[in-house]
């Protein structure tokens, strides 16, 4: 499975982005899939994940309420809406598919997608 991540862009804080992940080669329609972030220094970070079906979704303490994941089967893609933004969300995001039907850690991840950045001015 081949990933690709957009849809970052410049912001200011208060405002939104939704960021897109779709696959190539094929499907991950069985697969959960996560959003990441990463800045500069720090480790990659779990921001949000979603079930094979959609019927679980979780995310992390920081984000809670503002972000929202969500997938769409018929577009082999999965958004992950970001409203609410604050200049500590400033980071590259990424997606990634999980070996099974879902995941949280980053390990349970295998497949990646290269990164969309997301930039927060205050």
């Known amino acids: 499975v081949q990933l690709q991540a957009s849809g970052g862009g410049l912001v200011q804080a208060g405002g939104s982005l939704r960021l897109s992940c779709t696959a190539s080669r094929r499907t991950f329609s069985n697969n959960g899939v996560g959003w990441f972030r990463q800045t500069p220094g720090k480790e990659r970070e779990i921001v949000a994940a979603i079930s094979w079906n959609g019927g679980i979704t979780n995310y992390a303490d920081s984000v809670k309420g503002r972000f929202t994941i969500s997938r769409d089967h018929t577009k082999n893609a999965v958004y992950l809406q970001m409203d609410g933004l604050k200049p500590e969300d400033t980071a590259v995001y990424y997606c990634?598919?999980?070996?099974?039907?879902?995941?949280?850690?980053?390990?349970?991840?295998?497949?990646w997608g290269q990164g969309t950045l997301v930039t927060v001015s205050s």
């Open positions: 990634a598919a999980a070996r099974g039907v879902y995941g949280w850690n980053r390990d349970q991840h295998n497949y």
